[in-house]
């Protein structure tokens, strides 16, 4: 199967970069000597996109991201056009360099060995992938495909915060630990209209919501445990009001292992399409990234994508 290696040296602070040569290494283990043709290293944020997008015009039938989620993402939305597959026989793989791989880690392959088994052995797993709209920072209309989470509100807050202060961005993992606790301590609810499905429209006030596709997320965060990634609904969790002490002591300790669900402010259903506003600036996060603000709809898209896995 011919097939083309997306690397982003810069994930994970760049120690992605430095240790490609080992993971080359371990690749060609499996698949044999892999060609310096083909192979693409990223030069800027979402060049991820545009190479996958060649590389599906020259004919490549898998593609393999190198880094994190974010890296996974950007060359997924390269793969999609007018929200249908361009390629519907494509197969995509993740091999983990980032410093969130929640792909790899739900299935079972977060070490190098096993995700470049699972390229090789041929078996596929289907994902969801859902559609995000919403407002750019200058005003423009964004959109975005994602296959993690949506996040609005004080959690789009955190990894904003988190990847765009220079110093707390080098310290990693670490960097949303302090974020977290920052944001906890400083973030007040907003008011939000919602609509969920063909629902009437709500007026909540609220700290968070997130829109989960997969049970996991970056920095061995739990949300939405059992959540089936390819069951075409997304786990929509609703975070109500409440107060610093009571999000940063009741909320942000228990994410690890979902039990910050069983709070009575706290609120899990499954939503296909869901739409968020507030007259306030909120903004909206898709797979670790910060798209924009408010008002954003997120649509589950009617087809799966095919994905690398050791297991079936």
């Known amino acids: 199967m011919k097939t083309r290696i997306i690397v982003n040296p810069m994930a994970n602070k760049g120690s992605c970069g430095k240790r490609w040569p080992q993971i080359r290494a371990e690749l ?4 044999g000597p892999i060609d310096d043709d083909d192979i693409a290293m990223t ?4 060049h991820a996109t545009k190479l996958a997008r060649e590389a599906v015009d020259a004919g490549y039938q898998r593609l393999v991201s190198v880094g994190g989620d974010g ?20 197969v995509l793989a993740q091999l983990p360099g980032g410093t969130s791989n929640e792909l790899s880690r739900s299935f079972g392959q ?16 289907d994902i969801d992938v859902f559609r995000a709209d919403a407002r750019g920072y200058a005003g423009n209309q964004v959109t975005r495909y994602g296959f993690v989470l949506a996040i609005v509100g004080a959690a789009a807050t955190i990894s904003w915060r988190a990847q765009r202060v220079p110093l707390l961005k080098r310290l990693g993992p670490i960097s949303y630990v302090l974020m ?10 907003r008011a939000y209209r919602i609509r969920i499905d063909d629902e009437a429209e709500q007026n909540l006030p609220m700290w968070s919501l997130m829109l989960c596709s997969f049970d996991g ?43 910050y669900l069983a709070h009575p402010k706290v609120s899990r ?8 506003d507030s007259d306030r600036m909120v903004r909206a996060d ?16 009617p087809f799966h994508l095919k994905v690398a896995v050791n297991r079936v």
Not at 43 to 46: E, L, M, P
Request: glycine share 10%.
């Open 28 to 31: 060609e283990k499996h698949l």
């Open 217 to 259: 997320a970056g920095e061995g965060l739990m949300l939405a445990p059992g959540a089936d990634p390819g069951d075409r609904k997304l786990d929509l969790i609703l975070v109500g009001d409440m107060g610093r002490w009571e999000s940063l002591t009741k909320i942000v300790p228990n994410l690890g292992d979902g039990s």
């Open 110 to 125: 977060l070490s190098l060995g096993e995700a470049s088994k699972a390229i090789a052995m041929g078996h596929t797993r």
């Open 286 to 301: 898709v797979d670790g990234e910060s798209i924009g603000q408010l008002p954003m709809s997120v649509t589950m898209l």
């Open 269 to 276: 259903r499954h939503a296909t399409r869901i739409t968020i």
């Open 71 to 90: 890296t996974f993402s950007e060359m997924m939305n390269g793969v999609i056009s007018d929200d249908r597959p361009i390629a519907p026989d494509l």
């Open 43 to 46: 030069r800027a944020r979402n």
């Open 180 to 189: 977290t606790a920052f944001t906890s301590l400083t973030y007040s609810p």
